[in-house]
């Protein structure tokens, strides 16, 4: 009887079905097409569903089984797919594989963790790509297309793809070897805070970098004290260089902080140039080099024509 028992052992053992590697890869993949299928009754559900059939594939060998399988991911579905959102994919793939394997797991028990996670993780994944890498390589990349170097929009595409596969694909690991736990041990080792606050910190030198390099406004104001010529733009130079673009850019934060509308930020910004240029308050950096530089060749000019006379 015992012998029996342990052939039996040793037969569900050898009949356990295994995702491979390649499986795993490819519904990685797959789900970054998640929104070319998007609709707005289930968002993303078909695109995840398409992307679960190299899983559904190897662990349910009869058509039946595999459509029955494929059919609880038609529910709504949407979260951030490309660099977080990741690891629901790897989370469902480790469950359908228990599951496949005779786990008191039901389509219901899928579904709850991937609705729970798909919310959190979209407010994650959209803050990592749009709220810290995309404006921190954009601005990288502005600043050399600006320049005139053709690198600008190469550099952006190459590492904006490299970061989002390599965050992406280790997500949808993780979660696939630690299944449901990912998550928690993911938040609770504080990877995440790490991450953001990184990311900030060096999104942080790249905008200052920017409204320093690229806000160009300068005050053309010139005022005599006794027989020295003042130029206030040096004064301000010599105390706190790119201090105007610096006051620019902290009054359109305040202005973007207090919800106004970006027509209006630009309205005011549009009429207070005006005036101020018109005044000779202010004056952007092109025109003030410009100025600067005819009234040294005045200047030169002068002291040539002195010598002459």
Not at 177 to 192: C, D, N, S, V
């Amino acid at each position: 009887m015992q012998e029996i028992q342990e052939k039996k052992s040793v037969q569900v053992k050898k009949e356990e079905i295994k995702l491979k590697k390649s499986d795993l890869v490819k519904h990685w993949f797959l789900g970054y097409s998640s929104e070319t299928c998007y609709n707005y009754e289930r968002l993303q559900a078909l695109g995840a569903t398409n992307a679960m059939v190299p899983i559904v594939r190897r662990l349910y060998k009869t058509k039946e089984e595999q459509v029955a399988a494929l059919k609880k991911y038609m529910v709504f579905f949407n979260t951030e797919p490309s660099y977080i959102g990741t690891v629901i994919h790897g989370i469902a793939a480790s469950m359908e594989e228990q599951a496949a394997n005779g786990e008191d797991i039901t389509a219901e028990d899928i579904n709850s963790v991937r609705t729970g996670l798909m919310g959190p993780m979209a407010g994650i994944g959209d803050t990592v790509s749009q709220g810290i890498v995309y404006p921190i390589l954009a601005g990288i990349a502005c600043s050399l297309a600006i320049a005139g170097n053709i690198m600008g929009p190469i550099i952006f595409e190459v590492f904006y793809k490299i970061i989002m596969l390599t965050m992406g694909y280790n997500m949808y690991m993780m979660g696939y070897k630690q299944g449901k736990t990912a998550i928690l041990k993911f938040l609770r080792a504080g990877t995440l805070n790490r991450i953001t606050e990184v990311f900030s910190i060096i999104g942080l030198m790249v905008v200052g970098n920017m409204a320093a390099s690229r806000v160009g406004i300068v005050t053309p104001i010139n005022f005599q004290v006794g027989e020295v010529a003042v130029n206030m733009q040096t004064v301000l130079d010599s105390l706190l260089p790119g201090l105007l673009p610096l006051l620019a850019t902290l009054g359109v934060w305040k202005l973007v902080a207090n919800k106004m509308k970006p027509t209006y930020i630009i309205a005011i910004l549009f009429i207070v140039g005006l005036v101020s240029s018109l005044l000779g308050i202010l004056s952007v950096t092109a025109w003030y080099r410009i100025v600067k530089l005819l009234n040294y060749n005045k200047i030169q000019c002068n002291i040539l024509i002195g010598k002459e006379l």
